[in-house]
């Protein structure tokens, strides 16, 4: 007889060890579990509960969880922080001193527990929902309440500043828009929070618990099912408004998808079709609740059973449509290349819709025709709304939508008509012959001709009528020419220097300084705007403001920030841009926290758009002159958007940044301004090397040590970096970068083509997008400083 392997003997063991003391919820350092659809989960020793994978709806993924395990939809109560999703045969172990280590097929750690100081005794799956790590020292060293997915369960304690976020949906369980904390005045707030950074938002809804002497201190779940604030004198405010059923239930408090607050029950001994209960929830009317941004830009944010349900108004479809609070993109472009829009937009009427966050224009008194035409002949107008007499015209992205019936508004979107009119056939029948009489083709015959002769007399008159105007409108007695609101031939809004004095509040409110003047913070009637004065246009400019103006209001892409009006009053010329709230990229790359890899990447590629439309899609080549993180903004989605694009040639050439005659700002400038060379386009390629350089490595391009006066220069450590393999110092150990190391190769290259210092070896921006994508294949780059001193 063969001699059983002694391995084999240990395992056995082991498995026969997991399996008994699973009757008590126990698990012993060491075990594990595979992401299989027939794996065993670790169970609470009452059943109730279960820690192990449950399949993704609709693929072949798992998520590592906790979950109710004697109900039929097994919900799912905990998983870790972001939801990390795995593929089959990915694993779970119980490791000493690591905890809990979930590994994929490769063996790859995707998420841990956290490393422990004391030795592991074993793990346990409690019969309240909390999956514990039991240590010699202390007793407790993790466990799962302390660190909550999107749910609380009674028993469970939320201390102040610990974050519990919404999913993304139903389906996806990364951290969503949506939080509720206890933050440290002791307010129980639910608010917004940034995808990409995590920041808190507006708050839209409190608890009022943040007395001065008697604030809230813990979130509590009590055992029989009610939800309070405990305060700092023990006194409870209560949340479970109603009572509760009587009977043996399970309860959870869960922040949902869609931002709502809801704790529900269900029978723990469940009869058919039994689902669970609400017991109550807030906010109720998260719709009308301009705050909450429940449902996305573009959206709208209909009430139905107490819950949001968000919807793209016709003409819109979603950003993603596994995500229907993420916000909607318009089917169609509004551009002010268009000219009038009266004959190529028209308009889809919606009763009872409204985007209170998006107006900036308001029209007072105004009848329902003279709204339309206003917002027809607008490029900028997405959407009228009327009501009362009064009109508010509204731009993309529209915010805060809702449809109220009680609400009495009705709401024209602007569309784009297909080209011509469709065909008729006129009054025939099927068959094809005429069956109108001879009588009446005279009379239409007459009446067209009568028409044709009535309209081309007003025509004549009409032109007689804009030639007069013209000329003595816009000359002086003496034939010379008269400043008039349409010097800058665009139909963008003309102010008066006196009306943004008042726009601005006398320019108080500073938001930023750079090489063409200085930006405020204004409002032109409900609409926030950023003001720009131009401090260092040329003298005797108007021609070049002119000039300027025009091309920059005739631009119009996603990444470029819109130009809404302008300011040309004698020698007071400013320019008025769309505001944007989420600031710089130079605050995300080198003040806050840095932003996933991911995000970065995104940035990076629609930098890359905005300059390939000024270079090549523009009807003026625009060369800007002055790329670097400064000069790239973000808006709400933080999707990048280029500033000061087109302002280059209205800078005083004495007051420039660097040198006589350079434009930039130093540690961007390419090296052909220092020479006596041609400026093109590539000037733009090679700051957006430096600036992509920036964005891989989250590092200053030139770096100044007072101490020593050394200078590091970000171009060298990646010519450096990229040469000696060491990517990982580069970008400081991030590992979301290092673990996407195809496209961080990829991006850091194409950096170094852009910086080549003869301009010829550099790509256009058209191959640079199609390099960062990945549609072309990016070849060794040379030595980007092979000749002299670099810049």
Same mark, same amino acid.
């Given at each position: 007889m063969a001699l059983v392997p002694i391995r084999l003997i240990s395992l056995v063991i082991l498995l026969h060890v997991v399996a008994a003391q699973q009757t008590n919820g126990s698990v012993p350092v060491g075990a594990s579990i595979s992401a299989t659809p027939d794996a065993k989960p670790w169970l609470s020793s009452s059943g109730e509960f279960a820690f192990g994978f449950q399949q993704v709806q609709g693929s072949d993924n798992f998520l590592l969880s906790v979950w109710y395990d004697k109900i039929p939809n097994k919900t799912i109560i905990w998983f870790p922080k972001g939801g990390p999703i795995v593929s089959t045969r990915s694993k779970v172990d119980l490791v000493d001193r690591r905890g809990l280590v979930l590994s994929d097929p490769q063996g790859n750690e995707v998420w841990s527990s956290g490393r422990n100081s004391s030795d592991i005794v074993y793990g346990y799956m409690n019969d309240t929902g909390n999956f514990a790590i039991v240590g010699r020292n202390p007793p407790n060293v993790w466990e799962s309440f302390k660190y909550p997915a999107d749910t609380i369960l009674p028993t469970q304690v939320i201390d102040i500043g610990v974050e519990i976020n919404s999913k993304l949906s139903k389906t996806n369980f990364s951290d969503g828009r949506f939080q509720l904390r206890l933050i440290s005045d002791?307010?129980?707030?639910? $608010?917004?929070? *940034?995808?990409?950074?995590?920041? +808190? *938002?507006?708050?839209? !809804?409190?608890?009022? &618990?943040? $007395?001065?002497?008697? +604030?809230?201190?813990?979130?509590?779940?009590?055992?029989?099912?009610?939800?309070?604030?405990?305060? @700092? /004198?023990?006194?409870?405010?209560?949340?479970?408004?109603?009572?509760? +059923?009587?009977?043996?239930?399970y309860h959870r408090t869960t922040l949902d998808?869609?931002?709502?607050?809801?704790?529900?029950?269900?029978?723990? /001994? =469940?009869?058919?079709? %039994?689902?669970?209960?609400? %017991?109550?929830?807030?906010?109720?009317?998260?719709?009308?609740? $301009?705050?909450?941004? %429940?449902?996305?830009?573009?959206s709208v944010c209909i009430l139905e059973n107490n819950r949001p349900k968000c919807e793209c108004p016709e003409g819109f479809s979603w950003l993603d449509p596994n995500i229907t609070n993420g916000g909607c993109k318009p089917n169609f472009t509004l551009s002010c290349d268009d000219g009038d829009g009266g004959d190529m937009f028209d308009f889809n009427e919606?009763?009872?819709?409204d985007w209170p966050g998006s107006d900036f224009v308001s029209l007072n008194p105004s009848d329902e025709q003279t709204c339309r035409n206003s917002c027809l002949k607008d490029c900028l107008c997405a959407v009228a709304i009327y009501r009362d007499n009064r009109c508010w015209k509204k731009q993309l992205p529209l915010a805060n939508g809702f449809r109220d019936p009680s609400y009495n508004v009705k709401a024209l979107l602007k569309f784009k008509k297909v080209d011509g009119p469709s065909g008729t056939g006129g009054n025939k029948s099927p068959t094809g012959e005429d069956k109108s009489g001879t009588g009446e083709d005279e009379s239409r015959s007459l009446i067209f001709m009568g028409a044709f002769i009535v309209t081309s007399v007003v025509g004549v008159f009409a032109l007689i009528g804009v030639i007069y105007m013209y000329f003595f409108q816009t000359h002086k007695k003496d034939g010379t020419p008269l400043l008039s609101k349409t010097t800058v031939e665009t139909n963008l809004p003309r102010f008066t220097y006196q009306e943004l004095i008042t726009a601005t509040n006398g320019f108080k409110d500073e938001l930023g300084r750079g090489a063409f003047g200085t930006v405020y913070k204004g409002v032109i009637g409900t609409k926030i705007v950023a003001v720009k004065k131009l401090e260092t246009v040329v003298q005797d400019g108007q021609k070049e403001f002119q000039a300027e103006v025009n091309t920059i209001a005739r631009t119009h892409h996603?990444?470029?920030?819109?130009?809404?009006?302008?300011?040309?009053?004698?020698?007071? @010329?400013?320019?008025?841009?769309?505001?944007?709230?989420?600031?710089?990229?130079?605050?995300?790359?080198?003040? *806050?926290? @840095?932003?996933?890899?991911?995000?970065?990447?995104?940035?990076?590629?629609?930098? %890359?758009?905005?300059?390939?439309?000024?270079?090549?899609?523009?009807?003026?080549?625009?060369?800007?002159? *002055?790329?670097? =993180?400064? $000069?790239?903004?973000?808006?709400?989605?933080? !999707?990048?958007?280029i500033a000061d694009f087109g302002l280059a040639k209205l800078l005083m050439i004495n007051q420039s940044k660097t040198n006589t005659g350079i434009r930039g700002t130093k540690g961007y400038v390419a090296p052909e301004w220092f020479r006596n060379t041609t400026v093109t386009t590539k000037v733009d390629v090679y700051s957006f090397g430096v600036l992509l350089l920036e964005i891989i490595s989250c590092r200053k391009s030139v770096v100044f040590d007072d101490d020593s006066e050394d200078v590091s220069v970000l171009t060298d450590m990646a010519w450096d970096c990229y040469q000696e393999g060491r990517l990982n110092a580069f970008v400081e150990n991030d590992l979301e970068a290092l673990d996407d190391s195809e496209k961080l190769t990829t991006f850091i290259m194409v950096?170094?083509?852009?910086?080549?210092?003869?301009?010829?070896?550099?790509? &256009?921006?058209?191959?640079?997008?199609?390099?960062?994508?990945?549609?072309?294949?990016?070849?060794?780059?040379?030595?980007?400083? =092979?000749?002299?001193?670099?810049?």
């Open positions: 002791g307010n129980l707030v639910l $608010n917004i929070r *940034d995808l990409f950074t995590g920041t +808190p *938002d507006n708050a839209y !809804n409190t608890s009022g &618990t943040n $007395n001065s002497t008697n +604030p809230g201190v813990q979130l509590i779940f009590g055992v029989g099912g009610y939800l309070y604030v405990l305060k @700092r /004198n023990g006194e409870r405010f209560n949340l479970t408004r109603d009572s509760l +059923p009587t009977g043996d239930f998808s869609d931002g709502v607050l809801t704790q529900y029950y269900h029978p723990k /001994n =469940p009869t058919d079709g %039994a689902s669970w209960e609400i %017991a109550w929830f807030v906010p109720e009317d998260i719709c009308i609740n $301009n705050k909450s941004k %429940a449902c996305g830009l573009n919606l009763n009872d819709f996603k990444n470029l920030v819109q130009l809404l009006g302008y300011c040309d009053d004698g020698e007071k @010329r400013l320019l008025i841009y769309e505001y944007l709230s989420n600031r710089t990229l130079a605050f995300y790359l080198f003040e *806050d926290k @840095r932003p996933s890899w991911k995000h970065r990447s995104s940035i990076a590629v629609g930098v %890359a758009k905005g300059l390939t439309y000024l270079h090549e899609d523009c009807s003026n080549q625009i060369i800007h002159c *002055d790329i670097k =993180p400064q $000069n790239i903004l973000l808006d709400d989605y933080y !999707n990048a958007k950096g170094l083509w852009c910086v080549q210092e003869n301009p010829s070896l550099r790509p &256009t921006m058209k191959k640079v997008i199609q390099m960062l994508e990945g549609g072309i294949e990016v070849t060794e780059p040379p030595c980007p400083f =092979p000749f002299s001193v670099k810049f």
